[in-house]
C-alpha cells in the first residue's frame, strides 16, 4: 500500500513528524517497507519565467532564453528543449544549484556558469527528470500559469512530501485504503479521524438498468446507476492526479482516473462502463463453457477452463445479452471501456465474495488492484455511500445527469460476536492488563464491545475488519495497539542442565560431516515430485500414489517414495551446468501408504512417513590426475563411501531387482546387528531406460539407506590387548562363479571357531578359456585368516583344526574345493 503523508493527513493529523509517524505504524504491525521524500534533495531551483526566447547563432538544436527567476535581475541561459518558449514557467535552477545524480550511485552535481557555443549560460532550465520526478527529459516542465515567480520548486511542488510503503500481511485488508489506514493511526496515535465529507448529487434522471444476480454465493450485493451527459474530456483536477501519482498510479482520463482515486481512498474497487456499447441488461452469474472475453489489458481469456492440474475454477462474470462484459471483481472487457466519445456511463459498485475471487486472476498470470482487495474483503456495508462518492466526484468533474442508485443486497457476510479472556491475554501477550487498558483499545479501534462475568470482553467486530473471528485475534489487536516495543524483553528464566550425549546413537550432523569428507554435497528438495517420475523410480501404481491436493506446479503432483527423483534433477541441472564430476546426497522424508499406521503424535493415520538418506555418484570415480587412470565411478567405489561413512557398523549387500536400477548391477543393504540381518536400503546402477529417459550420458550410482537404522550404534566393548601375537593362515578355494564371497564368508563365520578374530578376501583369480587348473565356470578365491589366543602363543596343533573345520564348511555349504 503506496501513498503520500500529505493524504493521510488530511483525515488524520497527529503532532508527530514524519520519521515517528512511520516508526508509530511500523510498531503495530504496520510495517513501513520504504519511506522516501516525493523527489530526492536538491537546492536553489526557482520557479522562472521565460520571458524571451531567440534562436542560438551557432546551434539549430539551441535557444538563446531570457529568464525571470524573481531574484531583481534577467538571466540568460542556453537552453536545448524543444518547448522552451517566451511566457511559460519553468524550474530554473542558478548558479551554485545541486542537482541529483544522473543516475543511482552516482554524485550530484553543481551548476555553474558556463559558455555553450560561445554564449554565456547563467543556470539550467530543468525538466522532470532532472528533478527526479519521473523519466520524462523531453523537454523542460512546464508549470502552471499562476505559479509565483521565485518561490522554491520543493516548496510549491510539495517535494518534501514523504511517500509510504506499507507491507500489509494479507489479514490487514481494511489497510488497502486511505480510510483504513487513518483508522489505523487514529487508534495508534489517539489523534481524531475526520472521514472524508461530500454532497450526493441530485437524481435528475430516472433511468435504471435491469441486473440480475444469478448467483449469491458470486455477489453478495451490486449496487450501480446511470450517469448521462457526463465529458470524457473534462481535465482530471490537479490536486486527485497529484495524490494518484504519489500513490503510484498513472493518470489515464478523468472517468477511471476518479474510479482509481476512490478505490485508493475508500478501499473500494469501481467500474465504469459505458452503457451505448452495452447489450440490453446486465446479468452477474458464473461463467459458461465456450465464453472468451477481452479484457482491458488486451489480453482474451477463456474462463471456463480447466488449470494445469486439470481442475476447473469457477470465475464470476457481469454479462450482457451477446456475453461477457466483465470478469466480476478482477477487470473489465475492452469493448463496453469508456473512451474520449463515451458520453453516458454506467458505474457500478459491489461486494465480491472473496471465495469468489481468490486465485482467480493468478489464473489467468495476472494481478489487478481490485482482485487484490476482493479476494481479502471489502467493508460490504460500505458498497453503495463510495458508489455515491464517486458518483459526486463525476458530476463535480465532467457534469452529466445523474439517475437512481439501483442497491441490490443478497448474501451479507454476517459478523459474529467473539470473546477473549483477560486471563488468556495476560498469559499469551506476557503483560499485565487489566480492564481499562483493553476496554481503551477497544474504543480507539471502534469496536462495539461489553463485559460478560467481570474479565470476558463480548466484541462484535466492524464490517470492515474480516480478520477478527476468534480470541487470538483478539489478543493481537491488543498488543498492537498496546505497542510491542512496549512489550519488555524478559528472557525466560529456568534450570539448565547439560544433558547426557546418548552414546548408542549418533546424531544426523555426523553422517553430513562424513558424506562431505568423502566429496558428496548436500542437496535440499522438496517432498512433492511429479507423477510420471514417481511411477518410474517407485514402479507406483496409480493407487499407490499420493495425489497432493493443491499443488503449486504440474511437477509437484505427488508426494515421493523415495529420494532419487529430486536428485536426478539435480545432477541433471549439474550437467547442464558444465560439471562433470558430481556427488551428491540429501537426508529427508518419503511417504507411502500404509494402512497399518495409525493415529498418534508426530503421525498421520493410513501414511508411512520414514526418513531416509539417499545420494548419487556420477562421473570419474576420482577427479582427473596423472597419478590414476581415469575410469568411471562403480557400484564398488559408492559401497566404499558407505563402508566409510556408516563405521563402525557393518553392512553387506545382496544382488536383488529394483525398478530403477540397472537388474544386474543393484543389491539390497543389509545391516549386520545382533538379531541378525536387518534390510536398510538399496545400492545400484541406474537402469538403462531411466539413463536414457533422463538423457544422462553415463549412468549414475545410487543409494537410499533408512536413517534411523545407521544411527543407532552398539555400545563399545572394551578388550585388553593380548600379550601374544596374532598368526595368519591363508585359505585358497575353487568355486563356481556364480556363488557369492559373502555365501562363503557367511559359512565360515557360521562355525564359530575359536580364536578366529578376522577373514578377508585378499585375491580373486578367473582362469583363461582352457587351462588346466580349473574350469571355465569356475574361480578361486583367497582369503586371509587371523587367529589370536589370549592366553598364550597358538601352536599349529591349535591352528589346523581350525582351518580344517572351516575348509570343510565351504565344501559343504559352497561346494568348494581346496586349491
Given at each position: 500500500?503506496?501513498?503520500?503523508?500529505?493524504w493521510?493527513?488530511?483525515?488524520v493529523?497527529?503532532?508527530i513528524?514524519s520519521n515517528?509517524?512511520g516508526?508509530?505504524?511500523?510498531?503495530?504491525?504496520?510495517?513501513?517497507e520504504e519511506?522516501?521524500?516525493?523527489?530526492?534533495?536538491f537546492?536553489?531551483?526557482?520557479?522562472?519565467?521565460i520571458?524571451?526566447?531567440?534562436q542560438?547563432?551557432?546551434?539549430?538544436r539551441?535557444?538563446?532564453c531570457?529568464?525571470?527567476?524573481g531574484?531583481?535581475?534577467?538571466?540568460q541561459?542556453v537552453?536545448?528543449a524543444?518547448?522552451?518558449?517566451?511566457?511559460i514557467?519553468?524550474?530554473c535552477?542558478m548558479?551554485?544549484a545541486?542537482?541529483?545524480?544522473?543516475?543511482a550511485?552516482?554524485?550530484?552535481?553543481?551548476?555553474?556558469?558556463?559558455?555553450?557555443?560561445?554564449?554565456?549560460?547563467?543556470?539550467?532550465?530543468c525538466?522532470?527528470?532532472?528533478?527526479?520526478?519521473g523519466e520524462?527529459?523531453?523537454?523542460?516542465l512546464?508549470?502552471?500559469?499562476d505559479?509565483?515567480?521565485g518561490?522554491d520548486?520543493?516548496q510549491?511542488?510539495?517535494?518534501d512530501?514523504?511517500i509510504f510503503?506499507?507491507?500489509?500481511?494479507?489479514?490487514?485488508?481494511?489497510?488497502?485504503?486511505l480510510?483504513g489506514?487513518?483508522r489505523?493511526v487514529?487508534?495508534?496515535?489517539?489523534?481524531?479521524?475526520?472521514?472524508?465529507q461530500w454532497t450526493?448529487?441530485a437524481v435528475s434522471?430516472?433511468d435504471?438498468?435491469?441486473?440480475?444476480?444469478?448467483?449469491?454465493?458470486?455477489?453478495?450485493?451490486?449496487a450501480?446507476?446511470?450517469?448521462?451527459?457526463?465529458?470524457?474530456?473534462?481535465?482530471?483536477?490537479?490536486?486527485?492526479?497529484?495524490?494518484l501519482?504519489?500513490a503510484?498510479?498513472?493518470?489515464?482520463?478523468?472517468?477511471?482516473d476518479l474510479?482509481?482515486y476512490?478505490?485508493l481512498?475508500?478501499?473500494?474497487?469501481t467500474?465504469?462502463?459505458?452503457?451505448?456499447?452495452?447489450?440490453?441488461d446486465?446479468t452477474?452469474?458464473w461463467?459458461k463453457?465456450?465464453?472468451?472475453l477481452?479484457l482491458?489489458?488486451?489480453?482474451t481469456?477463456?474462463?471456463?477452463?480447466a488449470?494445469?492440474?486439470?481442475?476447473?475454477?469457477?470465475?464470476?462474470?457481469?454479462?450482457?445479452?451477446?456475453?461477457?462484459?466483465?470478469l466480476?471483481g478482477i477487470?473489465?472487457?475492452?469493448?463496453?471501456?469508456?473512451?474520449?466519445?463515451?458520453t453516458?456511463?454506467y458505474v457500478?459498485?459491489a461486494?465480491w465474495?472473496?471465495?469468489?475471487?481468490?486465485?482467480?486472476?493468478?489464473?489467468f498470470?495476472f494481478?489487478?488492484d481490485?482482485a487484490?482487495?476482493?479476494?481479502?474483503?471489502v467493508?460490504?456495508q460500505?458498497t453503495?455511500?463510495c458508489?455515491?462518492?464517486?458518483?459526486?466526484?463525476i458530476?463535480?468533474v465532467?457534469?452529466?445527469?445523474?439517475?437512481?442508485i439501483?442497491?441490490?443486497?443478497?448474501?451479507?457476510?454476517?459478523?459474529?460476536?467473539?470473546?477473549?479472556r483477560?486471563?488468556?491475554?495476560?498469559k499469551v501477550?506476557?503483560i499485565p492488563?487489566?480492564?481499562d487498558?483493553?476496554?481503551?483499545?477497544?474504543?480507539r479501534?471502534?469496536f462495539?464491545?461489553?463485559?460478560?462475568?467481570?474479565?470476558?470482553f463480548?466484541?462484535?467486530?466492524?464490517s470492515?475488519?474480516?480478520?477478527?473471528?476468534?480470541e487470538e485475534?483478539?489478543?493481537?489487536?491488543?498488543?498492537?495497539?498496546y505497542?510491542?516495543?512496549n512489550?519488555?524483553?524478559?528472557?525466560?528464566?529456568a534450570s539448565?542442565?547439560?544433558?547426557?550425549?546418548?552414546?548408542?546413537?549418533?546424531?544426523?550432523?555426523?553422517?553430513?560431516q562424513?558424506?562431505?569428507i568423502q566429496?558428496y554435497?548436500?542437496?535440499?528438495n522438496f517432498?512433492?515430485?511429479d507423477i510420471?517420475s514417481?511411477?518410474?523410480?517407485?514402479?507406483?501404481?496409480?493407487k499407490d500414489l499420493i495425489a497432493?491436493?493443491?499443488p503449486?506446479?504440474?511437477q509437484?503432483?505427488?508426494?515421493?517414495?523415495?529420494?532419487?527423483?529430486?536428485l536426478?534433477?539435480?545432477?541433471?541441472a549439474n550437467?547442464?551446468?558444465?560439471?562433470?564430476?558430481?556427488?551428491?546426497?540429501?537426508?529427508?522424508?518419503?511417504f507411502?501408504?500404509?494402512?497399518?499406521?495409525?493415529?498418534?503424535a508426530?503421525?498421520?493415520?493410513?501414511?508411512?512417513?520414514?526418513?531416509r538418506?539417499?545420494?548419487?555418484?556420477?562421473?570419474?570415480?576420482?577427479?582427473?590426475?596423472?597419478a590414476?587412470?581415469?575410469?568411471a565411478?562403480?557400484?564398488?567405489?559408492?559401497?566404499?563411501?558407505?563402508?566409510?561413512?556408516l563405521?563402525?557398523?557393518?553392512?553387506v549387500?545382496?544382488s536383488?531387482?529394483?525398478?530403477?536400477l540397472?537388474?544386474?548391477?543393484?543389491?539390497?543393504?543389509?545391516?549386520?546387528?545382533?538379531s541378525?540381518l536387518?534390510n536398510?536400503?538399496?545400492i545400484?546402477?541406474?537402469?538403462?531406460a531411466?539413463?536414457?529417459?533422463?538423457e544422462l550420458?553415463?549412468?549414475?550410482?545410487?543409494?537410499?539407506?533408512?536413517l534411523?537404522?545407521?544411527?543407532?550404534l552398539d555400545?563399545?566393548?572394551?578388550e585388553e590387548?593380548?600379550?601374544?601375537?596374532?598368526?595368519?593362515?591363508d585359505l585358497?578355494?575353487?568355486?563356481k562363479?556364480?556363488?557369492?564371497?559373502?555365501?562363503?564368508?557367511?559359512?565360515?563365520?557360521?562355525t564359530k571357531?575359536?580364536?578366529?578374530r578376522?577373514?578377508?578376501?585378499?585375491?580373486?583369480f578367473?582362469?583363461?578359456a582352457?587351462s588346466?587348473?580349473?574350469?571355465d565356470?569356475?574361480?578361486?578365491?583367497?582369503?586371509r585368516?587371523t587367529?589370536l589366543?589370549?592366553?598364550?602363543?597358538?601352536?599349529d596343533a591349535?591352528i589346523?583344526?581350525?582351518?580344517?573345520?572351516?575348509l570343510?564348511a565351504?565344501?559343504?555349504?559352497c561346494a568348494?574345493?581346496?586349491r
Open positions: 500500500m503506496q501513498f503520500s503523508e500529505s493521510l493527513r488530511q483525515y493529523n497527529p503532532s513528524d515517528a509517524l516508526h508509530a505504524m511500523t510498531m503495530a504491525g504496520l510495517e513501513v519511506q522516501h521524500s516525493v523527489a530526492p534533495a537546492t536553489k531551483i526557482l520557479v522562472a519565467q520571458l524571451t526566447a531567440e542560438h547563432p551557432d546551434a539549430d539551441l535557444r538563446v531570457k529568464v525571470d527567476a531574484t531583481g535581475e534577467e538571466l541561459i537552453c536545448g524543444p518547448n522552451a518558449r517566451a511566457g514557467k519553468i524550474p535552477a548558479v551554485g545541486q542537482l541529483p545524480p544522473a543516475e550511485g552516482g554524485k550530484p552535481f553543481m551548476i555553474k556558469v558556463g559558455k555553450l557555443r560561445g554564449v554565456e549560460s547563467q543556470g539550467m532550465l525538466s522532470g527528470r532532472e528533478l527526479g520526478l520524462d527529459h523531453e523537454g523542460i512546464e508549470l502552471p500559469a505559479a509565483p515567480i518561490e520548486i520543493r510549491y511542488l510539495d517535494l512530501d514523504q510503503i506499507i507491507k500489509l500481511t494479507p489479514n490487514k485488508a481494511d489497510c488497502l485504503s480510510i489506514m487513518a489505523e487514529s487508534a495508534i496515535t489517539g489523534a481524531a479521524f475526520c472521514a472524508p450526493a448529487p434522471i430516472s435504471k438498468l435491469q441486473v440480475s444476480i444469478e448467483n449469491k454465493d458470486l455477489c453478495g450485493r451490486f450501480g446507476r446511470i450517469i448521462r451527459g457526463v465529458n470524457p474530456k473534462a481535465k482530471t483536477p490537479e490536486w486527485i492526479v497529484k495524490r501519482t504519489r503510484g498510479q498513472r493518470s489515464i482520463s478523468p472517468l477511471v474510479s482509481n476512490v478505490m481512498e475508500m478501499g473500494q474497487p467500474h465504469v462502463f459505458d452503457i451505448d456499447k452495452l447489450s440490453g446486465l452477474v452469474r461463467a463453457a465456450g465464453e472468451t477481452e482491458l489489458n488486451g489480453q481469456v477463456t474462463p471456463v477452463e488449470d494445469q492440474s486439470g481442475k476447473v475454477l469457477e470465475v464470476g462474470v457481469v454479462a450482457d445479452h451477446a456475453g461477457p462484459v466483465a466480476a477487470m473489465g472487457g475492452n469493448h463496453c471501456a469508456v473512451t474520449d466519445d463515451t453516458n456511463i457500478e459498485a461486494y465474495l472473496p471465495s469468489a475471487i481468490q486465485g482467480r486472476a493468478r489464473r498470470n494481478s489487478t481490485a487484490h482487495r476482493f479476494e481479502r474483503g467493508d460490504p460500505n453503495a455511500q458508489l455515491e462518492y464517486l458518483s459526486a466526484l458530476v463535480e465532467c457534469g452529466g445527469q445523474v439517475g437512481p439501483d442497491d441490490q443486497v443478497l448474501a451479507l457476510p454476517e459478523r459474529k460476536p467473539v470473546s477473549m483477560l486471563a488468556r491475554a495476560v501477550i506476557g492488563l487489566t480492564n487498558i483493553v476496554a481503551d483499545v477497544f474504543k479501534l471502534a462495539e464491545f461489553k463485559q460478560e462475568s467481570g474479565d470476558v463480548i466484541v462484535t467486530p466492524p470492515h475488519r474480516f480478520d477478527i473471528e476468534i485475534d483478539l489478543i493481537e489487536e491488543v498488543a498492537r495497539m505497542g510491542f516495543e512489550i519488555p524483553d524478559t528472557p525466560p528464566v539448565l542442565k547439560m544433558s547426557a550425549k546418548a552414546e548408542a546413537k549418533r546424531g544426523v550432523h555426523l553422517l553430513r562424513r558424506f562431505a566429496g554435497q548436500e542437496a535440499v517432498g512433492f515430485i510420471e514417481e511411477k518410474r523410480l517407485a514402479g507406483a501404481t496409480e497432493v491436493v493443491n503449486i506446479a504440474s509437484y503432483g505427488v508426494m515421493r517414495s523415495n529420494l532419487w527423483g529430486g536426478l534433477g539435480n545432477l541433471k550437467l547442464n551446468r558444465g560439471a562433470a564430476r558430481v556427488r551428491l546426497f540429501e537426508t529427508g522424508r518419503v507411502k501408504r500404509d494402512e497399518s499406521v495409525k493415529e498418534e508426530g503421525k498421520v493415520a493410513g501414511f508411512h512417513q520414514p526418513q538418506i539417499g545420494g548419487l555418484a556420477y562421473g570419474t570415480f576420482v577427479p582427473e590426475q596423472w590414476n587412470a581415469t575410469r565411478v562403480d557400484f564398488f567405489d559408492v559401497k566404499g563411501d558407505l563402508e566409510r561413512v563405521d563402525p557398523l557393518h553392512f549387500t545382496e536383488a531387482i529394483h525398478p530403477a540397472h537388474p544386474g548391477r543393484s543389491a539390497q543393504v543389509h545391516l549386520k546387528t545382533i541378525g536387518v536398510i536400503g538399496w545400484g546402477e541406474l537402469h538403462p531411466l539413463q536414457q529417459t533422463y550420458p553415463q549412468a549414475p550410482i545410487l543409494f537410499e539407506l533408512d534411523e537404522a545407521i544411527r543407532n555400545l563399545p566393548q572394551p590387548l593380548s600379550k601374544f601375537p596374532a598368526v595368519q593362515r585358497a578355494v575353487v568355486v562363479q556364480g556363488v557369492s564371497v559373502q555365501s562363503l564368508l557367511d559359512a565360515m563365520t557360521a571357531q575359536n580364536f578366529v578376522a577373514i578377508e578376501l585378499f585375491d580373486e578367473k582362469p583363461k582352457g588346466n587348473s580349473m574350469a565356470d569356475e574361480k578361486s578365491l583367497a582369503f585368516v587367529l589366543n589370549h592366553q598364550e602363543t597358538l601352536q591349535q589346523e583344526p581350525v582351518m580344517a573345520a572351516l570343510a565351504l565344501e559343504k555349504k568348494a574345493r581346496l
